[in-house]
């Protein structure tokens, strides 16, 4: 279960009867034959954008306008993760931005002596990959 996109246009998979998708690994642990299914064929050089999440990155999905914990930034739409050059450029960023956003928050309220926590905003495994075609290729 999770999410893929391609050039922009997210899909979700599953969800799936008694929440149980058709994980790979188990199949073949059980020598099971496993049904590949097709999901887009498009020919390579049409092929601008890729991306393949876990079901938490389906979650994300609906938290763009959400605030980051102990920041005052909006956490933003999923396109990030495929538009912004960052993510390319440095490969702990997707790490470190999902990490972010799962925060918990700590504050101190003094007048009632007591300690405010907000959890972070992933309430699930939220793993993601990203690939994209390089500026200036075909």
Do not use: C, I, K
Request: proline share 8%; charged share 30%.
């Amino acid at each position: 279960d999770g999410v893929w996109m391609l050039n922009g246009e997210v899909h979700a998979l599953g969800p799936f009867p008694g929440n149980a998708p058709p994980y790979l690994a188990y199949a073949l642990l059980r020598g099971e034959d496993v049904p590949l299914v097709s999901r887009a064929l498009v020919p390579t050089d049409d092929v601008h954008a890729l991306l393949l999440g876990t079901d938490g990155v389906g979650d994300l999905l609906g938290l763009s306008e959400a605030r980051v914990p102990e920041r005052d930034e909006p956490v933003g739409p999923l396109s990030r993760f495929w538009t912004e050059d960052r993510y390319f450029a440095n490969p702990d960023a997707v790490r470190r931005r999902l990490a972010q956003l799962n925060r918990e928050s700590v504050r101190a309220d003094f007048a009632e002596r007591r300690l405010l926590r907000t959890p972070g905003l992933l309430t699930d495994d939220t793993s993601l990959v990203v690939l994209r075609r390089r500026m200036g290729r075909a």
